[in-house]
């Protein structure tokens, strides 16, 4: 069986996190707002740098990757443990540097990435030098990449050129490089077409057309880049893995980035959980608590049940994963991807429909977290498509009845136990 239970030393570790980023970086959110990337400027370089030290100096800097990937991980189960803290606070993942979408870049150039890109791209990356983009979705498709356009061709000279366009290219104007899928042989199987690029940011042709912003946001002022490539030219050495396998690069992206983002789920709806107590505790309406209401006790009960079921699914499967790999547990992670969205959804919004309005007000981080909702049942792959392959993988292990009867049932089967304990057939 499976145990979470983390040893005395591990634990003092978690307990040092907690104080740190209670005291050191939740106030940077309430000052400076979630959005620790886009407002990275020199004074905040300042705070933030310091901190970031500090975080290395307890050896608990960048731990999604293990020792044998250039990081220092702790494995799966410490990460979640870890990301349960980490999930308070929109600065904590770039202080701990483990933040979206460069932990799952960093992943894949570690299992991909040759000699050198592991110390052009990774190294830079785990040491928080720079920040990366990873670049695949297209304005006119994203959940089925096999109708991705953009292409890499090579030329004489053996550089690829890639060409075409990309949009929701998350911090790509932050970042130093980008990871671009592109099709490079449309003859090939759906999913041998493509093959990942590593690509400077800088190089000629690539052409940031605007931000988009999400709920919430002025239109032009978000973080999802629309990116114009235009004949950019890479070298054979920007190819990142095998030649037309990118399927399988981006799978390896995929799982890793999912769980963790689930993983840090938790810590923010237990942090909407805990407003919601709070204020049930202490807000008098109609001669009682809110507290004292059925249905908001009700919401109080259904969000614990909701946290409690989706906390261990998250520990389980960041067990798994340890035990196997990130593959073995893709149904695991595709289940908790799917939790994450819709505990997020259900529990932030009680939380902020309990607020009244102060809920609904730009005075609590409630409306900014419930602007996240819809966005989360999208990114990183819709619901619906992770719901088909979690149905997909549960039915291989199942097959079908002989007849009408479910097998269990069958009406010989039903008759050979009632004989079995002497029973007549009808009494
Ligand atoms: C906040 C955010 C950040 C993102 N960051 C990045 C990034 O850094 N890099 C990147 O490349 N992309 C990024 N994306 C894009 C994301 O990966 C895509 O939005 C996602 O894969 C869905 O693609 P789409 O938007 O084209 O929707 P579509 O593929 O058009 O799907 C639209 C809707 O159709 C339905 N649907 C689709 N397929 C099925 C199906 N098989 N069965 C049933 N229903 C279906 C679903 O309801 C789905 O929401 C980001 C998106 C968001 C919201």
Redesign the pocket.
Known sequence: MWDFSTEPEFQKKLDWMDVFIREEVEPLDLVFGGHAYRDMDDRLRGIVEPLKRQVRDQGLWACHLGPELGGQGYGQLKLALMNELIGRSGWAPVIFGCQA?DTGNAEIIAMYGTAEQKERYLQPLLNGECFS?????EPH????PRLFRCRAVRDASGDWVISGE?Y????ASSATFLIVMAVTDPEAHPYKRMSMFLVPSDTPGVEILRNIG?IGERPGHGA?AHIRYDDVRVPPEALLGEEGGAFAVSQARLGGGRIHHSMRTVAAVKKAFDMMCERVLSRQTHDGLLADKQMVQAAIADSYIQIQQFRLMILHTAWLIDQSSTREARTQIAACKVAAARVFHDVVYRAMHIHGALGVSNETPLARLWQSAP?M?????????HL?SISRRVLRGYSPAEGPWPTEFLPDRIAAARAKYGLSERG
């Open positions: 979408p983009a990873y670049s695949m979705t498709a994203g959940a089925d990309k929701f290219t998350s911090n999400t999802h966005l049942g999208i990114m990183d792959g819709p619901t619906e498509v088909a």
